[in-house]
């Protein structure tokens, strides 16, 4: 299973593809946690083990942009890497180093830059 | 007495009468026209200037004589000296001359000489040195004379050898005759005791003393007692004459020392002395006729000449009154010089004497030499009328004809009275001669006067004469020349002895600057042609060393036979004058210079209208020559309107002899009519009359324009003040009276002019509740002098009520004093009444902007908000359709078998549905973008590159539907890269979509038009219909069913794109032909991509 024992986490405020995306992740061997704002996913974040955070460019407190600057903000969180999401094109805000993809999403391609991105024990 | 003494006295007097009649005769022939007029000055060795004829006279005269003669100067240097005197000393006359006269006398008798030298007239013995060292016994006479400029003696030199040795012979006759017995000598002979008493007396002897007792020693004459007495004591023996008994008694006395008695030797020499005495007198008096000759010749006046004449006269007869008479005119003559005795009182009546007085003077006005009449005679004479009272008596007349050179000199001498006895035939003869010989001096002297006078008058005016005159020999030599000559060649000037000296005097020829050579000089050429040669023009050095500039003139001079004798040379010193001319040429040039000034210059012009001269000016303007113009040339290009009037006005300043002050019009070589002030005034000689007229010629061509300007611009003020219902008025602030124009009283409601308007009026007219406003603002420019303006309501004429607009200003005079006010008025009414209407629709207009500025921003906000809205909704309408799509697509995963075929062809068309969703919103998005700033970088763009990039993003379906596209060279502009790869990818993409039967050709061109590129997409596709072309740039219009795919929005996004670049887009086709799509874009695009203002 291409992510067998990561943790995940999905941020992104509309359910059912939060749901579909936890689904996808599974499938894959992956833990899946959800959050539906920023403020539940820094929670998460700061409470749970995660390994990789699969942000939603819009959600309803923050960007996801913002929310990635909490969690570097906090030494806690500041390691976890995160994967933009969006239903629309790749947002103008976002550096060249982030990591896009837009939805539909390609899992095959998901899953291989998660599994790169993760630093494995 | 022996006859040998007479007989030598007779001699002597023939040669003394030979000499006179010789001398007569070279005077004679002197006075008969030899006698040179031509005075030529000379330099002597004494600077001795005299005339060459009595020169030669006098030298004839005294060459002749037989006695020396010679002149000297005052210490006895010899001037001159004839052959007798040269014989006299043995010494040749060359010696003579120029020798001391003391360096041929004996040591002993220097001093009798100097004594007679020192005296003006003097005689005496003075023993001469004959060269063989002889003694010569000689008498001088000398005279001190006056020539020319020098005083000098005339000495006559006497040679005594001769007399001496007859005196000598006499001597011994005597001696001879006491050697004879005295009982026999016929002669009486005393002997004469120490006392005086008579020791011997022979018979002479005794007759002589009577026939007294010889023994009475008081019976022998005192006389020859103290003869006697005085042998005895000088012990010599002496000779002397003795007057006993009315008898001349020459005695010898000889004293007889040793026995101590005298014996004295008596002889009757009472004849021979009588003749003796009257001989020697003669001689005496012929003596005194040659001293007298030389003396009269020696006179320097005619009136010296006569008072000589009738002193010597007077002497030579031993008369005690003489007189000369002259001028035989009308039986009178005037009474010239008179000599008399002292104490006799001459003719009272000085002046002119009546010859009917002196009737007995007539023979000799007739011509007769000469008249004697003895006292009785005279008395007796029928045409002597007596003396007047107070005239000393005439006892005996004796005259001679005097004639003289000119005819009021001619006349007589006259001697009366002689001391004894009555004129003897000799005196007449002597008093003959005189005369004879006074004529000759006369006419000698007065020639020379003539010739001296002439020669002094000619010296004066020569000397005066402000031009430098000299006289030169034949050779050229310098004779002669005045002050000025010397004042202007200066000094030290070189005397010049002939032609060749000129090379001395600088100068050259002022014309070529050339060296005057000796030869060129006037006087050179007057000697050499014998003709003047006149006006040399030259510069000089002088000696002085200065530079003068002169004009050199000569003549030549002829003697009588027409021979050139020397040139008369003439310089002029014209320095002064070249630099007067220089300044007159300089004034004239200034004066000129001044006509030039003036517009165009000055003229003259004589009374029958002729140009005598006109400035270069006006001349330059009519193309005129002087010549023309002077004859008449100025009527040519006078302008044909002017003519008649300008003639007129001539004739009629001519007429009055008034004022030029014309207007008239020139035609100029530009074609042009020039206008020109002509004005001038009468130029007047000294008599008052008019010479010409002279003025000057002014270019009022610019007063004329400036008047034309003034008239026009009045003329436009009328017209502006007519067509503008303005009317204007002008207040006379002095006498209060106003000029108004018709339309300022029409204004005020008046038809008519009014007869006149005050302030008061106006103030009448105006509302109430306007007037202290309008009389204010009225008064407040009148103190301030300032401009004024106002508006005000009036009540008319007629009782309308109107709106006035007034201004105005002060009109100051030329000292800046306010004189008038002048303004104008304006009926304001209509204007009121518009602005308020206009007042009215603005304020509606500035509500309708505000309204629509409102709408605007309400619109601009709306649609902001609904690209915003556009925007969200095209993002959140996604994420629905994410979800749709991936459950779709995850049930088909997961549940395929399971569902069936049906669920299959269901789950595509969900699929389907979601796709085009998707679609539709991206393009939406990117239209809704494309309204707010999103891609508004602009940059240079290279069109072939963005169409380049189009093609690559379409490269696949290109590939599938095998079209071709081309493209012309195509520009760069400067736009955005993204947006314009996005337009090319739209238009290709359309072009394929709508595609015939054909495979698809597309070219992409590129013109430019002014400030635009004009691109054309142009493809061979289906085409669009004529009604559908304004359609197809809308969004969401999509004209075709399902059969073609897309959104309908990517042409409107093409059009949008390119309008945010400022262009145009438009479409041009018809169905089934294909389809060109236009689009602009600006060459230059501004930064930021706002469309550049057109």
Not at chain 2, 177 to 185: D, G, H, I, R, W
Request: glycine share 8%; with cysteine.
């Amino acid at each position: 299973m291409p992510l067998s024992n990561l943790c995940v986490l999905v941020v992104d405020d509309y359910e059912p593809l939060s749901y579909l995306k936890a689904i996808l992740l599974r499938r894959a061997g992956a833990v899946v946690r959800e959050a539906h704002n920023a403020r539940d996913a820094l929670r998460i974040l700061q409470t749970e083990r995660i390994d990789l955070a699969l942000v939603d460019i819009n959600l309803p407190d923050l960007s996801g942009k913002e929310l990635r600057e909490k969690m570097r903000a906090d030494p806690a969180t500041s390691a976890v890497p995160v994967i933009f999401t969006s239903a629309s094109d790749r947002p103008t805000l976002l550096g060249p180093d982030d990591v896009f993809f837009q939805e539909p999403l390609d899992t095959a391609a998901l899953f291989e830059a998660i599994d790169k991105m993760v630093q494995r024990g | 007495v022996k006859s040998d003494d007479t007989e030598h006295l007779r001699n002597r007097i023939r040669e003394l009468e030979v000499r006179l009649e010789e001398t007569e005769g070279t005077l004679r022939a002197i006075g008969g026209g030899e006698v040179d007029a031509v005075v030529v000055s000379r330099s002597g060795v004494d600077s001795v200037n005299t005339l060459k004829g009595a020169d030669e006279a006098y030298r004839l005269l005294v060459q002749q004589m037989s006695e020396g003669a010679a002149t000297v100067t005052l210490d006895g240097l010899v001037l001159y000296a004839n052959e007798q005197l040269s014989a006299m000393l043995g010494v040749p006359l060359e010696q003579v001359i120029g020798a001391r006269l003391h360096d041929y006398v004996e040591g002993r008798s220097a001093d009798a000489l100097s004594a007679i030298l020192e005296r003006d007239a003097s005689r005496g013995e003075v023993p001469l040195l004959h060269s063989s060292g002889r003694t010569v016994p000689a008498h001088l006479s000398a005279r001190r004379f006056r020539m020319d400029s020098a005083e000098c003696f005339c000495i006559v030199v006497t040679d005594l050898t001769q007399q001496k040795r007859q005196n000598e012979i006499a001597a011994s006759e005597r001696l001879a005759s006491l050697a004879k017995f005295p009982s026999e000598n016929p002669n009486p002979v005393l002997s004469l005791g120490k006392d005086g008493s008579i020791l011997y007396a022979n018979q002479a002897g005794r007759v002589l003393i009577g026939e007294k007792d010889a023994a009475a020693a008081d019976s022998v004459p005192e006389v020859l007692r103290s003869l006697a007495e005085t042998a005895l004591v000088d012990r010599t023996a002496t000779s002397a004459d003795v007057q006993l008994e009315g008898q001349t008694w020459s005695f010898f006395v000889a004293p007889i020392l040793n026995s101590g008695y005298v014996n004295l030797y008596g002889r009757d020499v009472t004849e021979q002395r009588r003749v003796e005495h009257a001989r020697e007198a003669q001689l005496t008096r012929l003596t005194a006729l040659t001293r007298i000759s030389e003396q009269i010749l020696a006179a320097a006046t005619v009136e010296e000449l006569l008072q000589q004449v009738v002193d010597s006269a007077r002497e030579l007869v031993d008369a005690r009154i003489a007189v000369s008479g002259h001028g035989f005119e009308s039986n009178q003559f005037r009474v010239g010089r008179v000599s008399h005795a002292e104490g006799l009182a001459p003719c009272p009546e000085a002046g002119l004497f009546n010859m009917e007085r002196g009737g007995v003077y007539l023979p000799l006005i007739e011509g007769t030499p000469s008249i004697r009449l003895r006292a009785a005679d005279l008395l007796a004479h029928p045409l002597w009328w007596g003396l007047p009272d107070g005239h000393a008596p005439l006892r005996g007349l004796l005259g001679a004809r005097l004639v003289g050179a000119h005819s009021d000199v001619n006349g007589l001498i006259m001697v009366s009275d002689k001391r004894e006895g009555e004129f003897t035939a000799e005196d007449e003869s002597l008093l003959t001669q005189l005369a004879a010989v006074a004529s000759l001096a006369l006419q000698h002297l007065e020639a020379r006067n003539d010739a001296v006078s002439e020669k002094n008058r000619l010296q004066a005016v020569v000397d005066s004469l402000p031009v430098g005159v000299a006289i030169l020999d034949s050779q050229g030599g310098n004779i002669r020349s005045n002050d000025a000559f010397e004042e202007l060649w200066g000094h030290p000037r070189p005397q010049p002895l002939e032609v060749g000296d000129y090379a001395k005097f600088k100068a050259w020829w002022e014309k070529s600057g050339n060296l005057v050579q000796p030869e060129e000089w006037a006087s050179a050429r007057a000697l050499r042609e014998g003709e003047a040669v006149v006006g040399q023009l030259m510069k000089i050095e002088t000696f002085d060393g200065a530079n003068r500039i002169v004009l050199n003139s000569a003549a030549p001079i002829r003697d009588a036979k027409g021979e050139i004798a020397g040139c008369v040379v003439a310089i002029q010193d014209i320095t002064d004058l070249r630099r007067a001319e220089e300044a007159l040429r300089r004034s004239e040039r200034l004066y000129r210079a001044i006509g030039e000034s003036i517009d165009y210059g000055v003229w003259v012009c004589e009374p029958d209208g002729r140009n005598v001269y006109a400035s270069e000016s006006f001349l330059k303007l009519v193309g005129l020559t002087q010549q023309q113009c002077s004859d008449f040339g100025w009527g040519d290009v006078l302008h044909p309107d002017d003519a008649e009037r300008t003639v007129a006005a001539w004739i009629e300043c001519v007429r009055t002899g008034g004022n030029w002050d014309v207007e008239h019009r020139y035609r100029g070589v530009d074609g042009k009519w020039h206008p020109i002030l002509a004005r001038g005034v009468p130029v007047r000689d000294e008599k008052g009359e008019i010479l010409c007229w002279a003025g000057i010629n002014l270019d009022i061509s610019i007063r004329k324009s400036a008047e034309q300007a003034a008239r026009d611009s009045e003329e436009r003020l009328a017209f502006a003040l007519e067509t503008g219902k303005t009317g204007a008025w002008d207040l006379d602030l002095v006498d209060h009276t106003a000029y108004r124009s018709l339309e300022h009283d029409r204004i005020f409601g008046y038809p008519d002019l009014l007869p006149r308007w005050t302030f008061e009026m106006f103030l009448d007219h105006v509302l109430p509740e306007d007037r202290a406003m309008a009389e204010a603002k009225f008064l407040r420019a009148l103190e301030t002098g300032g401009d004024w303006a106002f508006e005000c309501r009036i009540r008319r004429a007629d009782g309308e009520l109107r709106w006035i607009w007034g201004a105005g200003r002060h009109r100051r005079d030329a000292s800046g004093a306010a004189r008038r006010l002048a303004g104008i008025v304006q009926d304001i009414t209509d204007r009121k009444l518009a602005e308020e209407r206009i007042a009215g629709s603005y304020e509606q207009a500035r509500q309708e902007i505000a309204r629509r500025q409102e709408v605007e921003a309400d619109l601009r906000r709306s649609n902001e908000d609904l690209s915003q809205f556009a925007f969200a909704i095209s993002h959140d309408l996604r994420s629905p359709l994410n979800a749709v799509t991936s459950f779709a697509r995850q049930l088909k995963e997961d549940y395929q078998k399971e569902l069936g075929e049906q669920a299959d062809t269901y789950l595509s068309y969900i699929t389907g549905a979601t796709d085009r969703m998707r679609r539709l919103i991206t393009d939406l998005l990117a239209y809704s973008r494309l309204a707010d700033d999103g891609g508004s970088e602009a940059a240079s763009v290279n069109i072939d590159e963005a169409l380049r990039s189009a093609e690559l993003n379409l490269q696949e379906r290109i590939r599938e539907t095998g079209t071709a596209i081309t493209h012309d060279p195509l520009p760069d502009v400067a736009a955005n890269f993204t947006l314009l790869v996005q337009l090319f990818q739209n238009l290709l993409e359309n072009a394929m979509k709508f595609r015939g039967e054909e495979a698809p050709r597309i070219h992409v061109s590129a013109e430019r038009q002014n400030q635009d590129w004009v691109f054309c997409v142009s493809d061979n596709g289906i085409g669009i219909a004529q009604e559908h072309l304004d359609q197809i740039f809308r969004i969401f219009k999509r004209l075709h069913g399902d059969e073609f795919e897309g959104t309908g929005i990517g042409l409107a996004i093409c059009k949008k794109i390119v309008e945010r670049h400022g262009g145009r887009m438009w479409v041009e086709s018809e169905l089934g032909k294909g389809a060109r799509f236009y689009f602009t874009l600006p060459v230059r695009v501004a930064v930021g991509g706002q469309p550049p203002v057109r």
